[in-house]
């Protein structure tokens, strides 16, 4: 078994930072980018979002558990994002969950995202990590940018199929809640709050407390047919063979 290099994330600036190096499609993807679980220690969705595609990394460690039982609201909307942006890439994570027994409706909230390796319920134990839909339903809440539109596309069944924003107030306060911000940050104006509270009922903003993040996943590329080509070939060639 090969030894992949870990990386924290000051490490991964200095390397972006390098223009010296490699290009990036030269590169080997045989480290590891390990981050911590504080906020200080997490570089913001849209850093890591640039970062990644210049120093392509085998995977996103979080090198302990997502609490939510116990992080601050700003940390949790900020791990959120992060895991939002690595499914973007199509970069794999590592993490663990840990959740209270009253916050278990955020499940279904959050399982269209990469799926985490354990859950635990606070005083109740281990929760089955097969029941998180990711894992077995690509692209369960996606969006695409359209010239002066979002395409947002929701498979959930309990949710509301595709949506188009294309009004000002719902379209900017989508994109700002991208990063995790401040319910004050993304409601400046009447228009932006009435958005704000629309996009939480349809499942497209979670709000924490005075925190909210954006949760549909940014399709930049569909490896979906991919998939179903490589299927439909491993198919073939076992029909072939019988």
Known sequence: MSMSTLLDIGELRARAADESRTPAAGRPRAATLTLGADGDGLPAATELAALLPRVPVCGVRLAEPADLSSLPAHTIVRIVALLRECSSIGT??????????????????????????????????TAPAADWRSGRSF????????????????ERPESCGRIVLDDPAPTEVFLRGLEGRSWSELTPTPDH????????????????????????????????????LGGTLASAGKKKEE
């Open 193 to 228: 709050a009435a958005a704000a509270r629309d996009l939480v009922d349809r499942g497209l903003l979670l709000r924490l407390g005075d925190q909210c993040v954006t949760l549909p996943v940014h399709m930049r590329s569909w490896p979906l047919g991919a998939a179903l």
């Open 139 to 154: 692209g369960l809440l996606y969006f695409r940018k359209g010239p002066t539109f979002l395409s947002v596309v929701d």
């Open 92 to 125: 794999p994570v590592t993490w663990s969950l840990i959740i209270g027994a009253d916050q278990l409706g955020l499940i279904p909230r959050l399982d269209h995202l990469p799926a985490p390796e354990t859950i635990t319920v606070v005083r109740r134990g």
